[in-house]
């Protein structure tokens, strides 16, 4: 039973537009959710994260959106460029049951000069 | 800034090989986790530990264990390896308290022949 999902496998992009990439989860108990950006060969990096208590997160191009009545949330790429063709993945947790973040299957965008 | 270390980045092992995968934090992390990751599939957790000595299985352990001596080093051990282990293995470690946020190693690909 996958609690964490993202349905789009891959993504292409044109450089300079914006990227949109979605996340959908089950448990309702998840309160914090991450994202992670991950190149071939290396391991993930933290991109950006958001609190249940929010709506959107914002550091520089990259906006994070939640909709907990939708269980979705959305990282928004803008503008989109070369050096963020990747693979990310969508992460969830419950801050009072454990440490253990909750990984989606990952969406590998590619952004084409 | 939190490092994890993985002592391979690539490795070639033959089938029925006994394997040791290491890793190390230094940032004194109580939590320390052993994913692989495989196209399509995302990130599966194979083993975690909260405490030195203390190890729990993750989704997928079949076929690994694992060893926590010290508080900075979790070893992931292939008792014999066989061709379906061949993947990308990620170490990552994590503070306790009430933002769960992993630092990730940089992966050791492993190939099983």
């Known amino acids: 039973d996958q609690q964490v999902k993202q349905n789009s496998p891959s993504l292409s992009v044109q450089e300079g537009r914006i990227s949109i990439l979605n996340c959908d989860y089950t448990?309702?108990?998840?309160?914090?959710f991450l994202w992670y950006k991950k190149y071939p060969a290396e391991g993930p990096t933290f991109l950006i994260s958001?609190?249940?208590?929010?709506d959107k997160n914002e550091d520089g191009r990259f906006t994070v959106f939640l909709n907990k009545s939708a269980k979705h949330l959305s990282l928004h790429i803008v503008p989109s460029q070369p050096g963020d063709s990747a693979v990310y993945f969508c992460?969830?947790?419950?801050?009072?049951?454990?440490?253990?973040?909750?990984f989606g299957g990952g969406t590998r965008l590619m952004v084409k000069p | 800034d939190v490092k994890v270390t993985q002592s391979s980045r690539y490795l070639v092992k033959r089938t029925g090989e006994k394997v040791f995968l290491e890793c190390v934090q230094d940032?004194?992390?109580?939590?320390m986790f052993w994913y692989r990751q495989d196209p399509g599939l995302g990130l599966r957790l194979i083993y975690f530990?909260?405490?030195?000595?203390?190890?729990e299985k993750g989704d997928i352990p079949e076929g690994y264990s694992v060893s926590r001596e010290k508080k900075e080093r979790f070893s992931l051990i292939l008792e014999s390896a066989s061709t379906n282990q061949t993947s990308m293995y990620l170490c990552a470690s994590s503070s306790g308290g009430n933002v769960i946020r992993y630092t990730f190693g940089s992966g050791t690909r492993l190939t099983v022949v």
């Open positions: 448990n309702s108990m998840f309160d914090y």
């Open positions: 940032m004194d992390h109580e939590n």
């Open positions: 958001i609190s249940s208590i929010k």
């Open positions: 530990s909260y405490d030195v000595k203390m190890k």
């Open positions: 992460a969830a947790s419950n801050n009072n049951a454990g440490n253990m973040l909750t």
